[in-house]
């Protein structure tokens, strides 16, 4: 059984990318479209070109990372090193102000190069210290306690990020009544979470280092015919094709749903930073709550029924505020009354989905021993290297989508129009919960449950005997 002080010290490492994921899925392309004035349509290719790049250099790092052997172990040099990276570039990326009076292609490659920068040095230490936390039990229940407690961190650092945006940096200014409007608030917001993620990077993996010993080194071939055939027993499992279509179909639903949040608070319900930051209360609440019944949860329904159950209920909640505006239900825009009643869908729709994430992190670990079982090799750092590129897809298929609408409609960015603005909505409130029909019907397939997992370990143990 893992100690808790390792569960706390391994997990304070998911505060790194809850920081990046909150800002990237709710600020970015907001503050290039909306508050610098970049064309949506070069935003978006901006993260599209960025996600490209993203597909190849995660899975390279699962298999760098998979196969180094020295004395700082597999994951851990790649953990130390990301901080300057992850650090330096996700300051750049907010740097831009609106009176530099750069031209359109400048914004476009300053925003792509340090959005790039950025994901590449986050995969530099997400893919390894994720596989880290998969290796080191192999236990069905222990796995989910400790990426329970992993998302848990993620999922607060990312409400405290959001914290400190609207209640210190967005505030009202005689300038900017709507602070969130505010270009110079985000240099501030991006420097604080720079230095925060740099820490809980540097943190973790100092911590964790002297659990080194008790993982195995690499004993494979490091040809490229050897490499490329285990790949193929890899990701060519039946479990784990499931589980990445699963997932990137739920990203490109979730992704679209989060990343256009941010412009209907603002423009079609006029709500003030202040007001927003009532929100985060929910989310924190419901962090706490799902932490405490995931475990539970998945001991008594296992694994893939909880995950459909989490995005079928997602998928009821989200349509709640679109049906009820439309039958005149809703208070008036503007007013703290319409926050306490958005807050309702919005509870139900934080704890699912962040007991589907715990789930759904610990289920790779399962997929790692069966793939072991027909490799005879641990490749935790490719299997998770989806997972990693997946999260990345959530945030960035859903600003790609959703700057490619916001060009469709001619969105303005100085006063958008109640049609535009209307139009968001019903793709926040109705298309996007419609899209999670696809992944709720890709996990109904999975069938590595807690059964077939202890088969897989039982048969697992009986070859080294052999």
Excluded at 33 to 41: A, C, Q
Excluded at 260 to 271: M, R
């Amino acid at each position: 059984m893992l100690s808790t002080k390792f569960k706390f010290n391994y997990s304070v490492g998911g505060i790194a990318n809850g920081i990046k994921t909150d800002t990237f899925t709710f600020f970015l392309l907001f503050f290039y479209s909306r508050v610098i004035g970049l064309d949506p349509l070069l935003a978006s290719s901006a993260i599209a070109l960025a996600l490209l790049i993203d597909s190849f250099t995660d899975p390279i790092m699962g298999v760098i990372s998979d196969r180094t052997n020295t004395k700082y172990g597999r994951r851990h040099p790649f953990m130390f090193f990301s901080f300057i990276p992850i650090s330096i570039f996700y300051v750049l990326l907010f740097t831009p102000q609106s009176d530099w009076e750069l031209t359109q292609n400048q914004l476009f490659w300053w925003m792509f190069l340090c959005a790039t920068l950025t994901r590449v040095g986050m995969t530099l230490f997400d893919v390894p210290h994720r596989s880290f936390g998969a290796e080191i039990s192999k236990d069905y229940d222990e796995r989910t306690k400790l990426f329970s407690w992993r998302e848990l961190f993620s999922w607060v650092a990312g409400i405290s990020n959001a914290f400190l945006a609207y209640f210190i940096f967005f505030r009202s200014t005689p300038d900017y009544p709507l602070g969130q409007l505010n270009p110079e608030a985000y240099f501030s917001l991006a420097l604080t979470g720079g230095f925060l993620m740099a820490s809980a990077v540097l943190f973790s993996s100092l911590t964790t280092r002297h659990e080194i010993k008790n993982l195995s080194d690499w004993k494979g071939s490091t040809t490229l015919s050897d490499i490329f055939n285990e790949l193929l027993v890899a990701i060519t499992n039946k479990s784990f094709l499931l589980f990445f279509f699963g997932n990137l179909t739920l990203s490109v639903s979730w992704g679209l749903l989060n990343n256009l949040t941010l412009f209907i608070n603002t423009d079609f319900w006029g709500l003030k930073g202040s007001q927003i930051s009532i929100f985060l209360f929910v989310y924190l609440a419901t962090a706490f709550i799902a932490f405490a019944l995931t475990p539970k949860l998945v001991a008594l329904l296992d694994k893939r029924k909880l995950v459909i159950l989490c995005v079928f209920g997602v998928a009821v909640a989200c349509p709640f505020a679109f049906i009820t505006y439309n039958l005149g239900l809703t208070p008036d825009k503007g007013s703290t009354q319409l926050v306490l009643f958005l807050c309702l869908p919005l509870f139900f729709i934080s704890t699912l989905s962040i007991m589907g994430n715990m789930t759904r992190d610990s289920m790779i670990g399962d997929i790692a021993d069966e793939v072991e079982l027909q490799s005879g090799k641990r490749q935790e750092g490719v299997l998770y290297s989806a997972v990693s590129f997946v999260q990345k897809v959530n945030t960035a298929i859903g600003s790609i989508t959703g700057g490619l609408v916001l060009s469709y409609l001619n969105y303005s960015a100085d006063n958008p129009t109640y049609e535009q603005t209307y139009s968001l909505f019903f793709v926040q409130g109705v298309v996007g919960p419609v899209l999670l029909i696809v992944p709720i019907f890709i996990f109904y397939f999975y069938t590595l449950d807690r059964k077939r997992h202890s088969e897989i370990l039982l048969k697992i143990k009986e070859k080294s005997f052999n």
